[in-house]
């Protein structure tokens, strides 16, 4: 009976603490890490464990942090009312030391594991999203413009644990990438979340701009995603056909299903579903570019 109630509180004590570490976006962290090692390497190896998961201890890290910030900001919002520290199953001081534990222990892991760039890189992820981006967006909607950096810096952590200099073309490219599907992705969670994020108190885009047209604005920039996303065949290191064709396809089909955003009459289900569907497009990225660098078929150019 004792055995069976501690079993039970340490996976709910377990609940809290990937509740806490925002743990979807810290696995789309991992992913892109893993895409940028990758990518440098063009293999698999069990050299890319340490780095990946150092980086993904660090974003859970730092989105523990941001609970910590925002944790009054929290409790106005439907959303987010029921997160660890609002809902009271966990204390501030808790969730802070967390969230200090893993960002130490990423830290270790991406210095043991890749190299001080990379580690570097890492902290200043940190520093930007904890530091700047989450006070900045109580005080602009246009928050997102930097705040956009912090998804392009994981891959680029993977790029150089494999032994890549930053300033090189695919990488930069690919992060470009990721800071572009930043845009798009944010406005669209914010879209369905309107109400909420003005019950918290945050400025959001619509105070400006009337719907219809913030959605053709979201829509441009979906345009803009899936254009760099087919031209990042072009920047790899190898420009295969099936690269080419498949980053076309996926991103066809992005700027085709978000073709609703532009109707005269917007439903709150056109913004759910583009929202949606950006996000199944970034795995479908992800997945062809790993793919393809590994099996390196049908070379061109």
């Known amino acids: 009976m004792i055995q069976s109630y501690s079993i039970n509180r340490v996976a709910y004590k377990a609940r809290l603490i990937l509740q806490l570490s925002k743990i979807r976006i810290s696995q789309l962290v991992a992913i892109s890490t893993m895409l940028g090692y990758v990518m440098a390497t063009g293999r698999f190896s069990y050299e890319m464990i340490l780095p990946i998961v150092g980086t993904f201890l660090l974003s859970c890290g730092s989105a ?57 890189l890492g902290l200043f992820n940190i520093l930007w999203y904890n530091g700047l981006y989450t006070p900045l967006k109580r005080v602009s909607s246009f928050a997102i413009f930097p705040g956009a950096l912090i998804g392009a ?42 109400e909420d994020y003005r019950r918290a108190g945050y400025p959001t885009l619509t105070s400006h701009f009337p719907k219809p047209q913030f959605a053709k604005i979201t829509f441009t920039w979906i345009v803009a995603t899936a254009t760099w996303g087919v031209l990042l065949a072009f920047f790899a290191d190898r420009h295969s056909l099936p690269l080419i064709s498949l980053l076309f396809i996926s991103g066809t089909w992005l700027v085709w299903s978000s073709r609703s955003l532009l109707k005269k009459r917007l439903q709150d289900t056109e913004f759910r579903e583009a929202f949606k569907n950006i996000n199944y497009y970034m795995v479908m990225v992800i997945l062809v570019m790993i793919v393809d660098r590994v099996t390196s078929l049908y070379t061109i150019g």
């Open 64 to 120: 523990a942090l941001n609970q910590v910030q925002e944790h009054a900001f929290d409790a106005r919002m439907y959303r987010t009312r029921n997160r660890p520290i609002p809902s009271g199953k966990m204390t501030f001081s808790e969730a802070l030391g967390i969230s200090l534990f893993l960002m130490v222990l990423g830290s270790v892991m991406l210095y043991v594991g890749a190299n001080s760039m990379a580690l570097l």
């Open 153 to 194: 810096i994981p891959p680029m952590i993977g790029w150089v644990a494999g032994g890549r200099g930053l300033m090189e073309i695919p990488i930069l490219s690919i992060a470009f990438f990721f800071f572009i599907w930043q845009v798009p992705h944010y406005w669209l969670l914010l879209s369905n979340l309107n």
